[in-house]
């Protein structure tokens, strides 16, 4: 089905389609195509000390290398240009750190591959909101060199029209995962097919004022995944060097190749807050076991990577599937290490699962649990009760070479402190190591965005006018370095909210910032295992040298684990210690409100540091009742 209509009232009727593509492909089919994944970030927002300390993400574009994979199969030529890693790589080889151009980096990068590739069609992906001023400067910088633009991924996918308002440039946008309509599109060019098998598509002639979308359905199928990625176009060799890959990088040696895999894409769950069913569709889509084990087999011996992030929404969605994977990694003797950064639902942490997953290189995982409030669980869908976290933790307890984590959000639609005081209180009784806490950031095209608008309680601006901040832009650097502080009497004015209050933006920031304490820092004085202890001080180390530099709360409980696994503590951390604490009103600040002083350290004294309730309650009494919305492994 194709739907035609007109942006302004000036364009001529007789614009077609065929036209349009005889226009931008005069001949008459598509060759080369030119693939890019442009920077995370802007130039006034990037900061060179942090890509000096690989701060920023630097994923593989793992999705264009499975559509080049796909591409070639139909005999076009493909390149990819990854200008995130490429601008990251140029400021950690940057001599004069006052002379770099971060625009000047990329503009040169993408001028010279289309120079030489002289491509039919430059396609630009984009995944978060926070990249969009970035994808439409290199949209507008490659269409300066008469060629067609086509942009996708989940950002495009999420706000379409917006977007292509907002970007002239682009000529086409692919929608949801291009794997299939991006094919079909090559051969609609070449005539092999006629314009109305396309899907997927919406075409910009912003000239004309003309855009047309076609509805057609191009999702790729089960038996379409089973493909290897173009992992010879992405210099995977190269990118963990000037950037992290997931949330555990602290967890390997430095040298340790990081990489990426997908094996299975959509998620089960229905998350009023996430908008994977939206790009992937409601179902599970799986590749074959051994197309996945094959994979990993060659990112090992040809790319020499160690660790595996796990790129899936719902790795353990089969869990004879997912023990079949786990078991094929250990009978091919793969010695690869693993973590699923993107989490893993609690239901289906079973002790049989757990033991596989630890069994062939688990060293991380995220749990998304997001409420410990079943009123609030029910609200944004979450597939899982209370009492399937505790289930999940427990298990998770018992494999202590297993990092485990869970995602905590705040701020839902008439969220109370009390149900938030439920999920500190959930989230204590979980006692996993550690709690990835984020305030809602309503994202278009999910059904929390719509009813937000429909309740008046957000304008519907858009992804383009949206900055989700996240790595190294996020908000974990803005408050850890300063730049955004909660209030000046946090502690009176947290307690001073009724518990039947739902809690303003301000609140809110205190709030996350007590949790942080609390529920990271606070309960280490509570961890006597030496496994855990170890992790945590990979973990502290991160923090204080890679994420926040000098982060005052990770030097002292760094010093302070360290006494507990050894009697003893490095000199050079009470230094850096007193140095921040001297040079920072903000960590002095800190450090006072919570009773930490630098002479603890000092004189290995941790007495009277008991770890107090945050705030009175208990779990939830009725949680029972709702085990029934739990979603079937």
Same mark, same amino acid.
């Given at each position: 089905?194709?739907?035609?209509?007109?942006?302004?009232?000036?364009?001529?009727?007789?614009?077609?389609?065929?036209?349009?593509?005889?226009?931008?492909?005069?001949?008459?089919?598509?060759?080369?195509?030119?693939?890019?994944?442009?920077?995370?970030?802007?130039?006034?927002? @990037?900061?060179?000390?942090?890509?000096?300390?690989?701060?920023?993400?630097?994923?593989?574009?793992?999705?264009?290398?499975?559509l080049?994979?796909?591409? =070639?199969? &139909?005999?076009?030529?493909?390149?990819?240009?990854?200008?995130?890693?490429?601008?990251l790589?140029?400021?950690?080889r940057?001599?004069d750190?006052? $002379?770099?151009?971060f625009?000047?980096?990329?503009?040169?990068?993408?001028?010279?591959?289309?120079?030489?590739?002289?491509?039919?069609?430059?396609?630009?992906?984009?995944?978060?909101?926070?990249?969009?001023?970035?994808?439409?400067?290199?949209?507008?910088?490659?269409?300066?060199?008469?060629?067609?633009?086509?942009?996708?991924?989940?950002?495009?996918?999420?706000?379409v029209?917006?977007?292509?308002?907002?970007?002239?440039?682009?000529? @086409?946008a692919?929608?949801?995962? $291009?794997?299939?309509?991006?094919?079909?599109?090559? /051969?609609?060019?070449a005539?092999?097919?006629?314009?109305?098998?396309?899907?997927?598509?919406?075409?910009?002639?912003?000239?004309?004022?003309?855009?047309?979308?076609?509805?057609?359905?191009?999702?790729?199928?089960?038996?379409?995944?089973?493909?290897?990625?173009?992992?010879?176009?992405?210099? *995977?060799?190269?990118?963990?060097?000037?950037?992290?890959?997931?949330?555990?990088?602290?967890?390997? %040696?430095? !040298?340790?190749?990081?990489?990426?895999?997908?094996?299975?894409?959509?998620?089960?769950?229905?998350?009023?807050?996430?908008?994977?069913?939206?790009?992937?569709?409601?179902?599970?889509?799986q590749?074959?076991?051994?197309?996945?084990?094959d994979?990993?087999?060659?990112?090992?011996?040809?790319?020499?990577?160690?660790?595996?992030?796990?790129?899936?929404?719902?790795?353990? &969605?089969?869990?004879?599937r997912?023990?079949?994977?786990? /078991?094929?990694?250990?009978?091919?003797g793969?010695?690869?290490?693993?973590?699923?950064?993107?989490?893993?639902?609690?239901?289906?942490?079973?002790?049989?699962?757990?033991?596989?997953?630890?069994?062939?290189?688990? *060293?991380?995982?995220?749990?998304?649990?997001e409420?410990?409030?079943?009123?609030?669980?029910?609200?944004? &869908?979450? %597939?899982?009760?209370?009492?399937?976290?505790?289930?999940?933790?427990?298990?998770?307890?018992?494999f202590?070479? *297993?990092?485990?984590?869970?995602?905590?959000?705040?701020?839902?639609?008439?969220?109370?402190?009390?149900?938030?005081?439920?999920?500190?209180?959930?989230?204590?009784?979980?006692?996993? /190591?550690?709690?990835?806490?984020? *305030?809602?950031?309503?994202?278009?095209?999910?059904?929390?965005?719509?009813?937000?608008?429909?309740?008046?309680?957000?304008?519907?601006? !858009?992804?383009?006018?949206?900055?989700?901040?996240?790595?190294?832009?996020?908000?974990?650097?803005?408050?850890?370095?300063?730049?955004?502080?909660?209030?000046?009497?946090?502690?009176?004015? @947290? =307690?001073?909210?009724?518990?039947?209050?739902?809690?303003?933006?301000?609140?809110?920031?205190?709030?996350?910032?007590?949790?942080?304490?609390?529920?990271?820092?606070?309960?280490?004085?509570?961890?006597?295992?030496?496994?855990?202890?170890?992790?945590?001080?990979?973990?502290?180390?991160?923090?204080?040298?890679?994420?926040?530099?000098?982060?005052?709360?990770?030097?002292?409980?760094?010093?302070?684990?360290?006494?507990?696994?050894?009697?003893?503590?490095?000199?050079?951390?009470?230094?850096?210690?007193?140095?921040?604490?001297?040079?920072s %009103?903000?960590?002095?600040?800190?450090?006072?409100? @919570?009773?930490?002083?630098?002479? /603890?350290?000092?004189?290995?004294?941790?007495?009277?540091?008991?770890?107090?309730?945050?705030?009175? !309650?208990?779990?939830?009494?009725?949680?029972r009742?709702?085990?029934?919305?739990?979603?079937?492994?």
């Amino acid at each position: 089905m194709l739907e035609e209509y007109s942006a302004t009232r000036s364009a001529p009727r007789a614009w077609t389609l065929s036209d349009f593509l005889a226009r931008q492909f005069p001949k008459g089919r598509i060759e080369r195509v030119l693939l890019v994944n442009p920077p995370d970030g802007e130039a006034d927002l @990037f900061r060179i000390e942090t890509a000096r300390r690989r701060r920023y993400p630097n994923y593989p574009p793992y999705g264009l290398a499975v559509l080049a994979a796909n591409l =070639r199969r &139909k005999g076009v030529a493909v390149r990819i240009v990854n200008l995130n890693h490429l601008v990251l790589k140029a400021a950690n080889r940057c001599t004069d750190e006052a $002379a770099f151009d971060f625009d000047a980096v990329w503009q040169r990068e993408l001028e010279a591959a289309i120079a030489d590739f002289a491509p039919d069609l430059v396609g630009v992906t984009c995944m978060f909101t926070m990249t969009h001023p970035s994808l439409k400067r290199v949209c507008e910088h490659a269409a300066g060199h008469d060629v067609p633009v086509a942009i996708g991924g989940v950002h495009v996918t999420n706000d379409v029209d917006r977007v292509l308002d907002d970007i002239p440039a682009a000529h @086409f946008a692919f929608l949801r995962e $291009a794997d299939r309509a991006f094919g079909l599109f090559v /051969d609609a060019v070449a005539g092999e097919i006629d314009t109305d098998r396309l899907g997927q598509l919406v075409v910009n002639d912003a000239n004309c004022g003309e855009r047309v979308r076609l509805f057609g359905e191009a999702q790729p199928a089960a038996g379409d995944l089973d493909i290897l990625p173009a992992h010879d176009l992405i210099a *995977i060799e190269e990118l963990s060097e000037v950037g992290v890959i997931g949330n555990f990088h602290g967890f390997k %040696p430095r !040298g340790t190749r990081f990489a990426t895999s997908l094996s299975n894409r959509g998620c089960r769950a229905q998350c009023t807050f996430c908008s994977v069913r939206s790009f992937n569709g409601k179902s599970v889509r799986q590749r074959s076991v051994e197309n996945v084990l094959d994979e990993l087999q060659h990112l090992k011996e040809v790319h020499g990577v160690g660790h595996i992030t796990w790129l899936d929404d719902d790795l353990l &969605k089969d869990h004879a599937r997912a023990i079949a994977l786990f /078991d094929g990694m250990v009978a091919r003797g793969l010695d690869l290490t693993w973590d699923a950064t993107n989490g893993v639902i609690a239901a289906s942490c079973t002790e049989e699962v757990v033991a596989a997953m630890a069994a062939s290189g688990c *060293i991380a995982l995220n749990i998304g649990m997001e409420s410990g409030n079943p009123e609030i669980l029910k609200q944004v &869908k979450k %597939p899982g009760t209370v009492n399937n976290f505790l289930k999940a933790a427990e298990v998770l307890r018992r494999f202590e070479e *297993i990092h485990a984590r869970v995602f905590l959000m705040l701020g839902f639609p008439g969220e109370t402190l009390g149900q938030i005081n439920d999920t500190i209180n959930v989230a204590r009784a979980m006692d996993l /190591d550690w709690c990835g806490i984020t *305030i809602l950031q309503p994202l278009p095209n999910t059904p929390i965005y719509d009813s937000m608008v429909a309740q008046g309680l957000i304008e519907p601006v !858009g992804s383009k006018n949206t900055r989700f901040n996240s790595g190294g832009y996020g908000k974990q650097d803005q408050v850890d370095m300063g730049l955004r502080l909660a209030s000046q009497n946090f502690e009176e004015a @947290f =307690r001073a909210i009724a518990m039947d209050a739902v809690p303003s933006a301000t609140e809110l920031d205190d709030i996350w910032f007590f949790m942080n304490y609390h529920l990271n820092f606070h309960r280490l004085f509570g961890e006597t295992r030496p496994a855990k202890i170890r992790q945590q001080l990979m973990n502290l180390g991160a923090l204080s040298d890679v994420i926040s530099p000098e982060h005052g709360f990770a030097l002292y409980f760094t010093g302070f684990l360290q006494h507990r696994l050894g009697g003893t503590i490095d000199p050079a951390i009470i230094e850096r210690l007193e140095r921040r604490l001297a040079g920072s %009103p903000y960590w002095a600040d800190r450090f006072q409100a @919570f009773g930490l002083s630098v002479d /603890d350290l000092k004189e290995a004294d941790f007495r009277n540091k008991e770890i107090p309730r945050l705030l009175p !309650g208990a779990l939830p009494q009725d949680h029972r009742q709702f085990e029934d919305t739990v979603l079937a492994p």
